[in-house]
């Protein structure tokens, strides 16, 4: 299988390379919701009401074939399963700080006006 990572690497345009590991719907927001810390699936899912199970766990597949996270599997009953940011998807944190600092300036607060 040929990752998202793999595809960027003979992008020339970095904007490009960066929107196809983390461009989407859904991409962007499930590494924000990381940046607060490790979460199990229904965690993000409950933070992300909106996306449905089967999306969730596609985007976080590929965002784990990107290396963007980490995905932790204990070896108990009931299962548990761990979400946390990479280094590279730690990276990003400054680039989502200012995302949503741009949406609280630009659209939330004009929405309160």
């Known amino acids: 299988m040929v990752t ?3 595809k960027v690497n003979k992008i020339k345009c970095p904007v490009t390379a960066m929107l196809g590991l983390i461009g989407g719907k859904w991409k962007p927001v ?3 919701c990381l940046l607060a810390g490790t979460r199990r699936f229904g965690e993000i899912a ?3 009401p909106a996306i449905s199970r ?3 766990t596609d985007q976080l597949k590929e965002l784990e074939q ?3 996270i980490v995905r932790k599997q204990f070896n108990e009953i009931p299962p ?3 979400y946390s940011l990479s280094d590279l998807g730690k990276s990003m944190a400054p680039i989502l700080a200012e995302m949503e600092k741009w ?3 630009n659209i939330l607060n004009k929405a309160k006006s």
Do not use: S, T
């Open 4 to 6: 998202n990572i793999q």
């Open 30 to 32: 499930i590494l924000y």
């Open 46 to 48: 409950a933070r992300i």
């Open 54 to 56: 089967k999306v969730l």
């Open 66 to 68: 990107d290396n963007l």
């Open 80 to 82: 548990r399963v761990e």
């Open 103 to 105: 949406g609280i300036q």
